[in-house]
């Protein structure tokens, strides 16, 4: 997920010209086919030289030729020509917008065409890449800025232009030495400012830069929160979130910096050309320029000249900058994108497949869970045994009946804990406390038990997402924790509650745990999970599947189905069928129960219980395992939870 501004791409870090380079032609073609448009624009911006010629002109007639002179209906007609020119520029502006959009709409929708196909021509193409989330940012941010900063630079630039040309010449036509006291702190300022434009430009992109890594980095850490949490990578990912919030930070820091210079040159063009005349005055005055034509100058550069300075220059300083950036990354040549680091969740994903190994995040303190007390001889199916060997019945001794599938008659549990604790914290109170827990191969397990009380956290232990804060865990004979992902792909599937399918083909979605599974092993996974209805809607095997046309039971079946293809000997059901109906959900869970090896499902209805050879119910004081009758009899959070399935109290047997 990293992305430094100053590494993978110069244009990063170039001041601009670069931009100005590779957008120059597409801007040439752009204006060249709306040439009608920009010639009208320019007749109605000719109006507003006028407008700007005849205030200063009219006010300095006013004094000189009316009341200096002693006339004071000329000074009124004067002043009368000056405000019907200011009342005139309310009709210009009008015109001038009105001709406006037929360069700022055709510019937005031709940036989210070229947005669009950039983001999805790649894909269409089924080149290699993820998801290009800057795209979002494209289309909508960015284009909007891109809109909007070229419609205000061609509105201020043409204000300028033609406003700067009509105030000049009028202090040209009152007197030229005028312009000798004028002109330069105004192109002073000017030249500081324009200085400064392309320091602006390189500190612009450097921030547009730092804020897609930040939201491509919250983007990627969101979606892989649960592997986070699982794998322990949460803070790795929280320090490259502070470097990347520090990056922003600074780059925003050197933008403001740049921001401070251009105000300095908007004062420096803004004041000091007034300040310069009223110093001037004497000195204009000794060359023979009149009072009226003083008072002239003066409105020229207050009414007129100053303001459409400091709009072009606020509108370069702003607008300009951000235009000439966003549209560099919209349309200028594309970057590769950055490789994801390689965390420790990407692996276990890869290594348990889409959807598989995922395991929600806990990120509260669950209620303690003793170890249940070893029962005594004779007390049948067995509770949470204190020597993981006891449930596993000897070479010469009867295997329990497992549902009618014969149970591995070895000594080598499929699954163990060995005085498991877990909690999330030194001062909480453990998850798990002091479990043992022993599974034969080939049985079929239900965990039960009120929400919160650690049944995705047994599953997830199991799975070797999380490790244990004391004691072991086992599977086929095999500690799991701290073992490679890879070897806990081969031994274990988890399937959770969300489950997870990507774009592809059905086929590969079912084989993903299995690349080399034939056709007949997918027909016969497809028929025993009830898959056909969905396959024929789609199309067939080999027919395109996309994720967000499924509802969430047809996601669990696929998921299911994949488990089912998979070779691990062990199936975790972390809830995989709780938006399944039950007749579906009993046809599932049959169907894996059948499947050779050991199936452990947190139960999501009674049914799920009662199918199972042994059932583990997780109390916040005691653990009970054992038949669904023995256990029916032994744990009173089992009758209740019974009574609360069924809609009444469960009978005790």
């Known amino acids: 997920m990293t992305r430094r501004a100053a590494s993978a791409d110069t244009r990063e870090t170039d001041d601009g010209s670069g ?120 289309l909508t941010n960015q284009v909007e800025i891109a809109r909007d900063s070229f419609a205000g630079l061609v509105l201020t630039l043409r204000s300028f232009v033609f406003t700067a040309a009509g105030a000049l010449l009028g202090l040209l036509s009152l007197h030229p030495s005028l312009l000798v006291v004028v002109l330069p702190p105004l192109s002073l300022g000017l030249g500081l400012f324009l200085v400064t434009l392309r320091p602006m430009a390189a500190a612009q992109r450097r921030a547009l830069a730092a804020d897609e890594a930040l939201g491509d980095h919250a983007a990627r850490s969101r979606a892989a929160l649960r592997d986070l949490t699982a794998c322990g990578t949460g803070p790795a990912a929280a320090r490259r979130g502070a470097e990347l919030i520090e990056d922003a930070a600074a780059a925003a820091r050197v933008l403001a910096g740049w921001a401070a210079v251009r105000t300095a040159a908007l004062g420096v063009a803004g004041h000091l050309p007034v300040l310069a005349l009223l110093l001037a005055v004497p000195w204009l005055r000794g060359r023979g320029v009149t009072a009226g034509a003083l008072l002239g100058a003066f409105t020229y550069l207050v009414q007129s000249l100053l303001p459409a300075l400091h709009t072009l220059m606020t509108a370069l300083g702003a607008a300009g900058s951000r235009l000439l950036v966003v549209l560099d990354r919209i349309i200028g040549p594309e970057r590769p994108e950055p490789r994801p680091e390689r965390t420790r969740a990407a692996e276990a994903e890869r290594a348990g497949g889409p959807g598989s190994v995922r395991a929600p995040a806990a990120t509260r303190t669950e209620p303690a869970l003793a170890a249940a007390p070893r029962p005594a001889p004779g007390a049948g199916g067995g509770a949470v045994t204190a020597r993981a060997t006891d449930a596993i019945p000897g070479p010469g001794d009867d295997a329990p009946d497992l549902g009618g599938r014969p149970a591995d008659r070895t000594r080598t549990a499929a699954v163990e804990l060995r005085s498991v604790t877990l909690s999330y ?229």
């Not at 407008?51 to 004067?78: I, Y």
């Not at 009674?606 to 004081?621: C, E, K, N, Q």
């Open 425 to 653: 914290g030194v001062r909480a109170e453990p998850v798990l406390d002091s479990l043992d827990l022993c599974v034969a191969p080939g049985e079929h397990l239900a965990v039960v038990g009120p929400s919160g009380i650690g049944k995705s956290t047994l599953t997830r232990l199991v799975a070797g997402t999380l490790a244990p804060s004391g004691g072991e865990v086992r599977v086929d004979g095999r500690e799991v924790t701290g073992r490679p992902p890879a070897e806990l792909a081969a031994m274990r599937v988890l399937v959770p509650q969300e489950a997870y399918v990507f774009s592809g083909t059905l086929s590969d979605n079912l084989t993903y745990l299995r690349p080399g599974a034939s056709r007949a092993d997918l027909d016969a996974a497809v028929d025993a999970l009830g898959l056909w209805p969905l396959v024929e809607r789609l199309g067939g095997l080999d027919a395109p599947v996309r994720p967000a046309e499924l509802s969430h039971g047809e996601r669990q079946l696929v998921a299911l189905t994949r488990a089912w293809v998979s070779p691990a000997p062990l199936l975790l059901l972390d809830e995989a069928t709780c938006h399944l109906d039950p007749a579906a959900e009993a046809r599932a869970e049959e169907a894996l129960a059948r499947r050779p090896g050991t199936l452990l499902v947190v139960a999501h209805r009674l049914s799920s219980a009662v199918r199972a050879d042994r059932v583990l119910v997780l109390d916040g004081t005691d653990a009970v395992c054992g038949t669904h009758d023995e256990v029916l009899d032994r744990s009173p959070l089992y009758r209740d939870l019974t009574g609360h399935w069924q809609g009444g109290p469960a009978r005790r047997r």
């Open 19 to 138: 931009a100005v380079r590779r957008l120059a032609p597409h801007a040439r073609r752009f204006l060249a086919r709306r040439s009608g448009v920009l010639v009208r624009l320019a007749l109605w911006s000719l109006a507003e030289t006028g407008q700007a010629f005849l205030v200063g002109h009219g006010v300095a007639r006013a004094v000189d030729q009316g009341f200096l002179a002693g006339d004071t209906r000329q000074g009124l007609l004067w002043l009368t020509v000056a405000l019907v020119a200011v009342l005139l520029g309310a009709p210009v502006i009008r015109g001038v917008f009105a001709e406006l959009a037929g360069l700022t709409e055709p510019l937005r929708d031709g940036l989210v065409r070229h947005a669009v196909d950039r983001s999805l021509g790649p894909a269409a193409a089924g080149g290699p890449g993820g998801t290009d989330r800057a795209a979002v940012s494209r």
